[in-house]
């Protein structure tokens, strides 16, 4: 991926691999990871707990834990036709850079607010540290959020953390994120720890302010419905590394690597009679010492001798749908089965 | 429907009465800062009370402790003795303890403490009007800085934890807590006293040097915090070490806290995230240990001014002990009860405007 960056791209990153060093040894968190952002696209990652998806979102706004390290790669960060790469900020420009460029709203936000401290103060106290001093303006635009998000505007803008429920605090928190449109949102988990149908009401609240204000969305998810329903691309990790990405039909319909196939069939469909759900047999990889060749094959049922030496890399018919497998044909012929067996139902 | 008659229509009447009555009364005592004043005023009057029959339970009284002086020093019979000191003092030693409390008791509802017993026509109220304020000053600017440098120094160890600086101070703060103040007391006058000779410690007795004029002029003012010095930095010494490892337990606490982790992902200054988000959290389950500890320190402030001659409430007190004279010991108690519960009366009613969440309906 190193052909120049076009116009319409935010963010790239680029053959970034990061470690975290600890007592028992290094933790290869993320290996070679390389995609492409464009303006006002939806990228879902997808993947179990503990395969790097945190990492490398955490990495673009370079709040990676003390004991991490880039052993390699760049994010590189496009703004009215100035790139930059955000692994080599000062300490001060870095700060500028966080919010007003790359806002992220964290994994359980339920507590992101500082409880002492009112709505408003928060909302100043963010714009006021990237050089925008005007109160009164900076309402106005608090409460036009607050008002996308659904909120009911003056009452949240004078409330305390506590006075809000969990999800007030989470939609308060997305009015905040795109307070000083930044061209990127990282949305960790957006949808966890809340309820159905405030889950329903975060999604299209999301949707309509994409819509609206135009910035792309990174999201981290394990939850596939919300990837089907939000995300323009999906990329699956597995053990650190992308594995397959491609536009999100293509992922969903037309899977060509067995764990993103394996995540597929793990979601219970509505539409069928299920004994059982399936689930991707074995557990995620250690990371201290990872799996030869393909970090999958232990747990893959298509895996040949070929995959235990060789790790595969990301190729596709399709020049936007890539996966990193040696046996996508072992997997086109067992969906075809599959299709052939709910077809006979 | 059947008509009532008026028996009952007044008697349903006064039902209604006593219930709005109950409400009101119900409503009052939910009222917060009503129910806190409440209890303050009950655990002074208990507290009082108590103190009132322990100094009578120590052994001897006025009396007998003068009878004995005199009888040491001029060598006359006991009988001639008693006379003579019942006759000087306004006491009955024959009365009793109850008797003698619900005298007191009475006097103290009409805001009179009573005149001395050892020295008659002295009142109380101005005996403690002349020390209370020295007390106040040393025991409230040594809490006090005591308390801002251990929020200070806390939040130092808590950032760099693990770092030498940490080690090195947290050494400190366990010795400083573990030597309890009178010890710091007496190892001030050793060291800075007598060792280094850095200050004329038998000079110092008092609380101002009495060759200056009391008022706002320098040599004066020089003069008192001269004399309050050594005191304070005990009370400093022997209370820091506590503040510190609480700040630091409870910052480090903080540090970890979502907020404090999407205010730096907001892009916040560090100076702000310190003080609004970090500082002002970790520092709120101080304020309330900063209340009990002022009860703390002043009870203590008997034995530091005795050892540092510090003429301040604890040296009254304490003079009053030797001499059993019931009614300055009894007054100075009243005195140091209710300055204890309405410093914790004060925080109790002000700590929702440093907690939001503990705020109470009708306080804004």
Request: proline letters at 5%.
């Amino acid at each position: 991926m190193s052909q120049p960056m076009n116009d319409d791209v935010v963010l790239r990153v680029d053959d970034l691999s990061i470690v975290y060093q600890t007592k028992r040894g290094n933790v290869q968190a993320t290996t070679n990871i390389s995609f492409d952002l464009k303006r006002g696209q939806a990228m879902a990652l997808i993947g179990e707990s503990g395969s790097g998806k945190t990492t490398v979102s955490l990495s673009l706004i370079r709040k990676l834990p003390k004991n991490a390290l880039i052993t390699q790669g760049q994010v590189l960060y496009q703004r009215d036709g100035n790139v930059r790469d955000v692994l080599k900020l000062s300490k001060r420009e870095l700060r500028e850079f966080r919010w007003k460029d790359c806002a992220m709203v964290f994994q359980g936000s339920q507590n992101a607010f500082n409880p002492v401290l009112k709505i408003r103060t928060q909302f100043e106290d963010t714009a006021r540290a990237h050089g925008w001093t005007d109160k009164n303006a900076v309402r106005e635009r608090a409460l036009e959020l607050l008002r996308l998000v659904r909120l009911d505007p003056e009452r949240v803008y004078e409330a305390y953390p506590h006075e809000l429920s969990g999800g007030m605090k989470q939609r308060t928190l997305l009015a905040l994120g795109v307070l000083l449109n930044p061209q990127v949102v990282i949305l960790d988990e957006p949808t966890t720890a809340l309820d159905i149908l405030t889950q329903r009401a975060i999604i299209d609240v999301l949707n309509e302010m994409q819509q609206r204000l135009n910035f792309s969305i990174i999201f981290i998810s394990h939850d596939l419905s919300l990837a089907a329903e939000m995300a323009d691309v999906v990329a699956t990790v597995y053990a650190g590394e992308i594995v397959e990405i491609g536009p999100v039909n293509d992922m969903f319909y037309d899977p060509q690597h067995p764990y993103t196939h394996g995540l597929l069939t793990s979601v219970p469909k509505l539409d069928h009679e299920q004994d059982f759900v399936s689930s991707i047999a074995g557990a995620p990889p250690n990371l201290i010492s990872p799996p030869s060749g393909c970090k999958f094959h232990p747990r893959c049922p298509y895996a040949t001798d070929k995959c235990s030496e060789d790790d595969p890399t990301l190729t596709g018919e399709k020049p936007d749908h890539l996966a990193a497998c040696w046996n996508k044909d072992a997997l086109l012929e067992a969906r075809e089965e599959i299709a052939r067996k709910e077809l006979a139902q | 429907m059947v008509s009532q008659t008026p028996d009952v229509v007044a008697a349903t009447g006064q039902a209604n009465m006593l219930d709005r009555l109950y409400d009101s009364v119900l409503n009052i005592y939910r009222n917060h800062t009503f129910r806190v004043i409440i209890q303050a005023i009950i655990t002074v009057w208990a507290v009082v009370t108590f103190t009132f029959f322990l100094v009578r339970l120590m052994p001897g009284n006025p009396i007998d402790v003068l009878i004995e002086q005199i009888l040491v020093q001029e060598g006359i019979s006991y009988q001639e003795a008693y006379d003579r000191v019942a006759a000087s003092f306004d006491f009955d030693p024959d009365a009793t303890a109850l008797d003698q409390y619900f005298d007191w008791f009475g006097d103290v509802l009409r805001l009179d403490l009573g005149t001395s017993i050892t020295s008659p026509g002295t009142r109380v109220v101005d005996e403690i009007a002349r020390y209370l304020p020295w007390t106040l000053f040393a025991v409230g600017s040594g809490l006090l800085i005591s308390f801002v440098l251990g929020i200070v120094l806390g939040m130092t160890m808590a950032y760099y934890r693990n770092s030498p600086l940490d080690h090195i101070l947290s050494l400190f703060a366990s010795f400083m807590t573990g030597v309890p103040n009178y010890i710091w007391g007496l190892l001030i006058i050793i060291i800075l006293g007598i060792q280094l000779n850095w200050f004329n410690v038998g000079a110092l007795r008092g609380t101002y040097d009495v060759n200056t004029t009391p008022g706002f002029n320098l040599p004066f003012i020089v003069s008192v915090l001269e004399h309050a010095l050594l005191p304070i930095i005990t009370y400093v010494v022997s209370t820091l070490g506590g503040w510190m490892l609480n700040m630091k337990s409870s910052t480090m606490s903080v540090l970890n806290d979502d907020y404090v982790n999407v205010a730096e992902a907001r892009g916040l200054k560090d100076s702000r995230i310190i003080t609004a988000y970090v500082g002002r959290n970790a520092s709120l389950p101080l304020f309330t240990q900063l209340t009990i500890s002022i009860g703390f320190v002043l009870g203590s402030g008997v034995v530091i001014e005795e050892i540092f001659v510090y003429w301040g409430l604890g040296h009254y007190l304490f003079a009053s002990i030797t001499t059993r004279d019931y009614t300055s010991m009894q007054g100075v108690f009243v005195i140091l009860v209710i300055t204890v519960v309405f410093a914790n009366l004060i925080a109790d009613l002000t700590y929702g405007f440093l907690d939001p969440r503990v705020r109470v309906s009708g306080q804004k």
